[in-house]
């Protein structure tokens, strides 16, 4: 029990601190894009001295490329200084864009910290993370699909309705049209009193039309 | 096989004076081996004169065991009784690494630095839906149509293709 407080204590260097982490609402690393990730950050000063934590930034990175920055997310401050044999525990967030595809990133965290001798930066995250698509109650597709359907079934009423009138029409134009007839022309109306003259054959008009004149005119 | 905890103390709704305010300290047991003796007091909400109002649970929270890769939390809610700017302190959690460890390690909670508790006014006119100047636009909005739709109405009832009705 001894040796292993023992082989805890020995550490030397930038090494002497300890870092753990955990994504308490994305346990299993899959952030949907546009909402906030929170990663809780625990920083252990195994050291001699103590460290004054002064930030912690992020970047979403080419998952095979790590030096292909996609998105350099804000750098948190806190400026908290840890006491030799100390821990604590530090939040940061950020927000993956919404517009980013849902696919594998690399995601990059680093902490700034340093003591009265030296500054130092440490990655202690650094993995390829599943970017996943942000479960949203309006569904776009979805929308445009309902929309689609509604306008399916528009076509087919249209279509059953062009289909019908036949037996339809008449019966609505005797009951409603009673009053205002005097705006629809049948061809009953205009049968009677247009007998004998051109608005009763507008097929004969440019040869015949002249010699119906001269017989009018005779008579 | 040795714990490791990470501490949080977790304000999710923005302080309203009044309102409710859930403050959660969440334990996350990240390392190998389940920590013993786990305990907290905060005292952020318990100072003499505060202008909190502890409505349900308790500032502080004690536990015998938390197993590696589970957490467990306490809530906390106060009632703001007045707006204004008010100091977070990073809670310290105490726990033995392992059942054979004497000492005692700490981790003080991330937190915010301070809380901006805001004043109901300010929150209704950040929340509400704005019922009665929306109500106000809609009216000026008919107001602007009834006046064509009524001269029209008029005319179709007492004239037809422009001429006045006989009876």
Known sequence: EDVEVVTETVATGPSDVSFSYIFPDYPNKEFPAGSVIEVLVGFSNNAEVAYNVSGIFASLNHPQEMKYYIQNYTRGEYGIAVQPGQHTTLAYRFVPDALLDPRQFGLLISMDYQNELQNFTQTFFNSTVLITEKPSTFDLEQFFLILFAVGIVGLVVFLVQGKLPKSKKPRSNKSTSSTSSSSVVSSDDTSDWLEGTSATSPKLSAKKAPSANKKEKLN | ?167
């Open chain 2, 1 to 167: 096989s040795k714990a490791e905890l990470l501490f949080q103390k977790k304000i999710v709704d923005g302080p309203v004076v009044g309102k409710e305010l859930e403050i959660s300290f969440v334990i996350y047991n990240v390392g190998e081996g389940p920590a013993y003796d786990l305990a907290f007091t905060d005292s952020d909400f318990t100072a003499s004169g505060s202008t909190f109002e502890i409505v349900k649970g308790t500032t502080n929270g004690k536990w015998e065991v938390l197993e590696a890769g589970t957490n467990v939390s306490q809530t906390l809610t106060v009632v703001p009784s007045t707006q204004g700017i008010y100091p977070l302190t990073p809670t310290v959690l105490s726990y033995r690494k392992s059942q054979q460890d004497d000492t005692i390690s700490y981790t003080a909670a991330a937190s915010y630095s301070g809380m901006y508790v805001e004043s109901v006014a300010d929150y209704d006119k950040r929340t509400s839906l704005h019922l009665k100047e929306w109500g106000t636009f809609v009216l000026l909005c008919l107001g602007s149509v009834a006046f064509p739709i009524s001269i029209l109405t008029y005319y179709k009832m007492n004239y037809v293709d422009g001429i006045k009705k006989k009876n």
